[in-house]
């Protein structure tokens, strides 16, 4: 059975008000015409969900993902470590949202990040959901941003043979109407950022 591993932060997560998050309606649309499980070591937001594992960590961003950060003294665990765990066949990638302050790095920690999961899963596929927009100061530039990154580094990778289908389910996405925060999908906006991924893991899937 494929094993899927849904990788991001509070947005792969879900909230109270949206359980599960995108995962769901995945799991929903997809299963069982697509025999697979999702993995991870987190099960958060996911009551009542067939298969509720993941990967989504609350206010992480990319660069807690590559390992560099210190939590409460204690170093949080590289995307490698979480990888190497699941043996994911396919991860579904969404991180970034958390980063913008720093986004002249972005393409950088995105590279480190993906480095991270191809040492330790040299053939795994990955469907890249671009970020999300976002309202606040300087929202749509930082957004702008990861978007930026996100499509070079994934060229850098795709010429080197790896399987990455990027989607970007900010088209049409209104982060004034279909956020509860400005930053978090409501069930519209978690219903876009669901079609899109399902598009890329369909195109990534008939490929050989």
Aim: hydrophobic content about 35%.
């Amino acid at each position: 059975m494929l094993q899927i591993m849904p990788m991001g932060d509070s947005i792969t997560v879900g909230s109270g008000m949206v359980q599960g998050a995108y995962r769901e309606l995945f799991d929903l649309d997809l299963y069982p015409r697509y025999q697979f499980h999702f993995v991870g070591t987190q099960t958060t937001e996911s009551e009542g969900m067939r298969s509720p594992r993941h990967e989504g960590h609350s206010g992480w961003t990319t660069l807690d993902f590559v390992g560099g950060t210190v939590v409460a003294g204690r170093p949080k665990h590289p995307a490698s470590a979480f990888v190497e765990r699941g043996k994911p066949d396919l991860i579904i990638f969404h991180l970034g949202t958390n980063d913008g302050k720093d986004e002249p790095e972005m393409e950088k920690r995105y590279n480190d990040c993906l480095a991270q999961i191809y040492s330790v899963a040299p053939n795994v596929k990955i469907v890249w959901a671009l970020c999300l927009w976002k309202t606040g100061n300087g929202g749509k530039r930082l957004i702008t941003a990861t978007h930026d990154a996100a499509n070079a580094v994934a060229k850098v990778w795709q010429a080197k043979g790896k399987q990455i289908e990027v989607v970007d389910p900010s088209v049409g996405f209104d982060p004034g109407t279909m956020t509860e925060d400005g930053t978090h999908p409501t069930a519209e906006g978690y219903r876009l950022l669901a079609d899109a991924i399902e598009a890329g893991f369909k195109q990534i899937m008939a490929q050989k």
